[in-house]
């Protein structure tokens, strides 16, 4: 694996989900045909720019960039977009968007959002919000998703597991086991076409026995839901094929890849860093990008790592 830096744009940088255990799991899927999912940028005035697979970036005006932006839904139609603007253990604050079709007299024109929701209740820091193609938010409490801030699960939680991340065409629920140092061996996927669950093993230990870095952080899909790629914050990355028939539950684990770590530098002392990261499938079946922080991090901010991207084929993983 080699990696790339992810260089700026007519200023605009890559946005990615804020470091630490409070940030949901990152989640893509491949398609096999262009859609409306679009990759998001964030400009020197803190705004944030949704760019659809045609290169054309629109802008989706805040009033206000007090808060930083926690996190991004997309509906699976790629027509609604919400900011997460404000997120704490009983408070969400979140903006709507409509994004304009591709090809669209309206695209790239700036937007502002057409309704908000300032929500309190129980919510659990880490776990994924996500809307539907209706517009219909859900919120992650202790053992489920509810709709806004109704606590009324929707969906039974498999036991000892808690919910975690939605797949992009919400075909799938995940649900991770994690232990008390926050190591997640255990990933359960419920297919809500047909309600049975995929049990994924991590097959490899943590590389290095610390609270966090055995956290899930990073989950994607190929095309036709085939395979499912799950990273971890120590760089441990392994790929499944995964049964989505009815018949086919089996779950094969076809090898791991590691990603380098970094580190916090603070003073003279030296911490491992979480790894930040979120990965795609680049075709439809045998290579993974992996877009992750590079390097070593100071608190004076000089010699600071930088962001870049890794190759990870599957014919070259280990242990497959």
């Given at each position: 694996m080699t990696a790339e830096p992810?260089?700026?744009?007519?200023?605009?940088?890559?946005?990615?989900?804020?470091?630490?255990?409070?940030?949901?799991?990152?989640?893509?899927?491949?398609a096999l045909s262009e859609g409306q999912?679009?990759?998001?940028?964030?400009?020197?005035s803190h705004q944030i720019w949704a760019e659809t697979p045609d290169g054309v970036k629109t802008?989706?005006?805040?009033?206000?960039?007090?808060?930083?932006?926690?996190?991004?839904?997309?509906?699976?139609?790629?027509d609604i977009i919400v900011?997460?603007?404000?997120?704490?253990a009983h408070r969400l604050v979140a903006l709507y968007y409509h994004l304009p079709p591709m090809g669209s007299e309206e695209a790239g024109r700036e937007k502002e959002h057409f309704d908000d929701a300032?929500?309190?209740?129980?919510?659990?820091?880490?776990?994924?919000?996500?809307?539907?193609?209706?517009g219909e938010l859900y919120l992650p409490w202790p053992n489920h998703w509810s709709f806004l801030e109704e606590d009324h699960p929707r969906w039974t939680t498999p036991e000892g597991f808690q919910p975690d991340f939605v797949s992009l065409d919400q075909r799938f629920l995940g649900y991770v086991k994690r232990n008390d140092e926050m190591h997640d061996h255990e990933i359960m996927l419920l297919d809500t076409t047909n309600e049975h669950n995929l049990l994924l093993r991590r097959n490899q230990p943590v590389s290095i026995n610390s609270y966090g870095l055995?956290?899930?952080?990073?989950?994607?899909?190929?095309?036709?839901?085939?395979?499912?790629?799950?990273?971890?914050?120590?760089?441990?990355?392994?790929?499944?094929?995964?049964?989505?028939?009815?018949?086919?539950?089996d779950v094969i684990s076809l090898g791991f890849a590691r990603v380098p770590m970094g580190q916090y530098i603070l003073g003279d002392s030296r911490h491992p860093k979480p790894k930040q990261m979120v990965m795609k499938f680049a075709n439809a079946f045998d290579r993974?990008?992996?877009?992750?922080?590079?390097?070593?991090?100071?608190?004076d901010q000089t010699g600071n790592g930088t962001y870049g991207v890794s190759e990870v084929y599957l014919a070259d993983l280990e242990g497959g």
């Amino acid at each position: 694996m080699t990696a790339e830096p992810l260089s700026s744009e007519n200023g605009l940088r890559r946005w990615l989900p804020n470091a630490g255990d409070i940030s949901p799991t990152s989640v893509t899927k491949f398609a096999l045909s262009e859609g409306q999912q679009p990759m998001f940028w964030v400009d020197d005035s803190h705004q944030i720019w949704a760019e659809t697979p045609d290169g054309v970036k629109t802008r989706l005006y805040r009033p206000s960039t007090d808060h930083p932006v926690d996190d991004i839904i997309v509906s699976p139609d790629g027509d609604i977009i919400v900011l997460v603007v404000e997120r704490t253990a009983h408070r969400l604050v979140a903006l709507y968007y409509h994004l304009p079709p591709m090809g669209s007299e309206e695209a790239g024109r700036e937007k502002e959002h057409f309704d908000d929701a300032q929500l309190n209740g129980e919510f659990v820091f880490g776990r994924a919000p996500w809307v539907s193609n209706q517009g219909e938010l859900y919120l992650p409490w202790p053992n489920h998703w509810s709709f806004l801030e109704e606590d009324h699960p929707r969906w039974t939680t498999p036991e000892g597991f808690q919910p975690d991340f939605v797949s992009l065409d919400q075909r799938f629920l995940g649900y991770v086991k994690r232990n008390d140092e926050m190591h997640d061996h255990e990933i359960m996927l419920l297919d809500t076409t047909n309600e049975h669950n995929l049990l994924l093993r991590r097959n490899q230990p943590v590389s290095i026995n610390s609270y966090g870095l055995g956290k899930m952080v990073s989950v994607a899909f190929s095309a036709l839901n085939a395979l499912a790629a799950v990273g971890f914050a120590d760089g441990y990355i392994e790929i499944y094929r995964i049964g989505t028939d009815e018949n086919e539950q089996d779950v094969i684990s076809l090898g791991f890849a590691r990603v380098p770590m970094g580190q916090y530098i603070l003073g003279d002392s030296r911490h491992p860093k979480p790894k930040q990261m979120v990965m795609k499938f680049a075709n439809a079946f045998d290579r993974l990008l992996v877009f992750h922080d590079v390097g070593d991090f100071r608190t004076d901010q000089t010699g600071n790592g930088t962001y870049g991207v890794s190759e990870v084929y599957l014919a070259d993983l280990e242990g497959g």
